[in-house]
């Protein structure tokens, strides 16, 4: 039994694991019974006699991968995970070996200095000013941002609904939630906001939907109709939300006029970007993001679509002393003289323990570049628009919308359980992975190209087969 032994076994194990993905040898899912799944990977005896090394790691490790879902597999077109690039993973390898714990600077300083320098660089990207590295010595510079990385986009929501509630009713900490908050958010938001309210004890009640246009798209000349409807109900709004892009079609909402109308009426502007912020590194895409500096926060999930292994999502605030006082109102030894070095991350997030998320992201980062990432956003972005074009011309298909990012949804005509139907028998037989979603009451079949091996063809491939089950299944 030897690290370097079991480590090649692993390694050699993935780089099959790729190849039989990439070229398509195996299929992109392979379900069986979760029951016979246990027994075939000989769990319970691995449990009592141990012995995972060597020879048994290496049959271990085929059965394994044999029934992993293959996110590198042209055929991936189902959830918004990233599809892992193998710096970033092996990024996660020794973030998992050291084991350092991000929370506070003495623990782990390489990574928290990574964590601290690539959450600065997502401030940049965003158009906000990053934090200076020695807040002993900051001159005086108080409007700076801030942010940490947290276990996912859900996790971010409900740390930026903190935030907001914090600097409206302060007084949380001490005396409980008053009755009277309240959130406006878009009808389309991802099911984690009304979740956080429901943590925060925001009941649902409370929750103002603004209403969206056909597109999914929030309409701002209707939003002073919905806080008037919420101040008559004698509430505060503690934030407003919108999607950067949407969870559903992947629509980005009109946020240069939603900050103003924020603005004006002194209310927190979140923005929820935890799949589509990551345009900000294309320029052919970030227009759809146009007005994000006069947000108060951003969610910006890597392990979307940075290449980043689940999870780092970045939580960020415009000011960072919104966050730095949210959950530790004696923050204030951040800003004077201390004595250890660094910048320690626990007062930001809601975690105690914390892995280095940000190493991951780095790896990537420094890997291919900005611009490496760049390229791919462009080339998943335009393939959305591609598969648009040759759906549409196809008389028996339609799509709802015309796709702003990397999601695509369309539907053959029929029912929406035929959608469902074809949907489960592809799943099965392991031809494409992808999803379904109800968007305006109706039942579409959902497509997020994340896995940079999809090329036009597999479109073209996957529309054939959804015409042939469709067939079948109504004959
Ligand atoms: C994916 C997503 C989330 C949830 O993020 P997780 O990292 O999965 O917790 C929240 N909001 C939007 C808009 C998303 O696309």
Not at 382 to 396: G, H, T, V
């Amino acid at each position: 039994m030897s690290f370097a032994s079991d480590a090649k076994i692993v390694i050699d194990s993935l780089i099959d694991f790729y190849d039989e993905s990439f070229n398509q040898s195996k299929k992109v899912t392979n379900l069986i019974p979760m029951e016979d799944l246990i027994e075939d990977l000989s769990l319970g005896s691995f449990l009592t006699e141990g012995g995972l090394t060597n020879e048994k790691l290496s049959e271990f490790m085929t059965k394994y991968l044999s029934h992993s879902t293959r996110l590198h597999h042209p055929s991936f077109i189902g959830h918004q995970c990233a599809v892992s690039h193998y710096s970033a993973a092996l990024g996660s390898l020794i973030d998992a070996f050291t084991n350092n714990v991000t929370s506070i600077y003495e623990m782990g300083p390489s990574a928290v200095s990574i964590e601290f320098f690539t959450i600065n660089w997502m401030l940049e990207k965003v158009g906000w000013i990053p934090a200076p590295a020695n807040l002993n010595s900051n001159n005086g510079l108080k409007n700076f941002g801030g942010g940490v990385f947290v276990n996912g986009g859900s996790f971010g929501n409900l740390t930026a609904l903190l935030v907001a509630r914090n600097k409206i009713a302060p007084e949380v900490w001490a005396t409980g939630n008053p009755s009277d908050l309240a959130l406006l958010v878009s009808s389309e938001s991802h099911y984690s906001v009304v979740k956080s309210a429901g943590i925060l004890g925001i009941g649902k009640n409370s929750i103002y939907q603004l209403e969206t246009d056909s597109n999914g798209k929030i309409l701002p000349e209707k939003i002073p109709a919905t806080l008037n409807r919420l101040l008559n109900d004698g509430k505060r709004p503690i934030a407003l939300v919108a999607n950067a892009c949407s969870t559903s079609v992947g629509i980005y909402d009109p946020l240069d006029e939603i900050a103003e109308f924020c603005k004006e009426n002194k209310i927190w502007f979140h923005i929820d970007g935890a799949h589509g912020a990551s345009a900000l590194l294309s320029d052919k895409y970030k227009k759809c993001l146009k007005g994000i500096e006069k947000a108060d926060s951003l969610v910006w999930d890597a392990h979307k679509l940075l290449q980043t292994p689940s999870l780092c999502a970045a939580f960020l605030v415009k000011e960072h002393y919104n966050l730095d006082t949210a959950m530790d109102h004696d923050a204030s030894y951040l800003f004077h003289e201390r004595e250890q070095q660094g910048i320690d991350f626990i007062q930001r997030t809601i975690e105690c323990t914390k892995s280095g998320l940000g190493v991951k992201l780095f790896f990537v980062l420094a890997s291919i570049g900005e611009k490496g990432l760049q390229e791919f956003i462009d080339k998943q972005y335009d393939l959305a628009i591609q598969s648009y074009n040759f759906i549409k011309e196809q008389k028996d298909f339609e799509c709802p919308v015309f796709p702003r990012s990397n999601i695509l949804c369309f539907r053959i005509k029929g029912t929406d359980n035929t959608q469902l139907k074809i949907r489960n028998q592809m799943v099965n037989e392991g031809s494409f992975y992808l999803t379904s979603t109800e968007f305006k009451g109706k039942r579409f079949l959902r497509m997020v190209f994340i896995s940079p091996n999809t090329k036009i063809q597999d479109i073209h491939e996957l529309i054939e087969q959804v015409r042939e089950i469709n067939f079948e299944i109504n004959k």
